[in-house]
């Protein structure tokens, strides 16, 4: 019996990884189970090794070498051996502190939240899933410290995006899909070497109304959020960062086209896994719970601009203050000088 269900299990991971690899994100089911590439690549090593060991050991060897070199290439930087490189760059560079939080769109008392957020003493907040509940304790919250600011709750379906910042900005884009919340928010700094934009993102879940969406429709809903926002990117002449809960992970084509556009910061600056999700279990009563997921990101545009940015050093907050299911992200961002 522990046979058969080793060589299911190995057989499935076999026909599973050639999927990926052939068809990528080609349905809803499909783009679920990629999701977990991680998880099912770790799982398969030892499954695989068991299943065929009694057949032949070649056969259970090269199971072993070739999807540990495979893992190895596509995810050894979850195992946190990569330290961040040291805090660097041109002394006249503009530097930002950005923090990005999913909130979760569960009303409740905010004030630990506030506190912690102040502590960490960013010049940029983003967030997702701001409530109407939430922007009611957040907007007279940070006022003091952060004097600029959007917010933009969206009441039919209790979501909703926000900015506080200390520095002034204007919001230059606004993106929401006809019947859904709003994914994308764009704020323009004026900074002393130059513009900068900001995009406070929140692409819509893989499981957002699933019965009445289904998992596909909500896949190719998501993948073009995502392709409008990078289309948005291209034809500016500015740097840019985009941060926030992109509901993707590494092994999702929209992962690909990004990271083929715009440089992913925690590879700059961030040591581990970086993964943000699950931090807590149950929203009523939560508990906590560790990360098994990076669904949280800040991309940038790097040096395809004239200001090349660059993520100094970069964290996942676990601090359980915030309560939400999402762990924050907080990067410590340079902003070089225009070159000419």
């Not at 030892?46 to 070199?69: D, E, M, N, Q, T």
């Not at 230059?172 to 994914?183: A, C």
């Not at 995009?199 to 957002?208: D, V």
Request: glycine share 8%.
């Amino acid at each position: 019996m522990i046979r058969r269900l080793l060589d299911l299990l190995a057989g499935g991971i076999a026909s599973w990884l050639l999927l990926w690899r052939l068809l990528g994100d080609l349905n809803g089911w499909l783009a679920l189970a990629n999701a977990w590439v991680f998880w099912i690549l770790l799982i398969g090593m030892p499954a695989g090794v068991a299943a065929f060991v009694r057949r032949s050991r070649w056969l259970a060897l090269g199971w072993l070498i070739g999807l540990s070199a495979f893992f190895w290439k596509n995810f050894h930087r979850h195992l946190g051996w990569r330290t961040p490189p040291p805090m660097a760059g041109a002394p006249t560079a503009d530097r930002l502190t950005i923090f990005s939080a999913n909130m979760l769109n569960i009303p409740r008392d905010l004030t630990d939240a506030v506190e912690t957020i102040r502590r960490l003493d960013a010049d940029i907040l983003l967030f997702q899933e701001a409530i109407d509940s939430h922007v009611n304790q957040l907007r007279p919250g940070l006022a003091a410290a952060y004097p600029y600011a959007c917010w933009v709750p969206y009441l039919p379906t209790d979501m909703g995006l926000g900015v506080a910042s200390r520095c002034p900005f204007a919001v230059t884009g606004f993106w929401q899909n006809v019947g859904l919340e709003p994914y994308a928010l764009r704020i323009s700094l004026a900074l002393p070497g130059g513009p900068l934009d900001i995009y406070c993102i929140h692409f819509i879940s893989p499981n957002h109304e699933i019965r009445r969406l289904g998992p596909t429709l909500l896949l190719h809903i998501r993948e073009q959020q995502i392709l409008t926002i990078l289309g948005e990117i291209a034809p500016r002449d500015r740097p840019a960062l985009v941060a926030g809960d992109w509901n993707s992970t590494e092994g999702a084509d929209s992962y690909r086209w990004t990271s083929a556009q715009l440089t992913d910061g925690w590879l700059e600056g961030g040591a581990g896994p970086g993964w943000t999700w699950p931090r807590t279990l149950k929203a009523e009563q939560p508990r906590s719970f560790v990360p098994l997921l990076r669904l949280d990101y800040l991309f940038h545009t790097g040096r395809t601009r004239g200001r090349a940015v660059t993520v100094e050093s970069m964290q996942i907050i676990t601090a359980p203050r915030i309560g939400s299911d999402h762990c924050p992200l907080l990067a410590h961002v340079a902003v070089a000088p225009q070159t000419q």
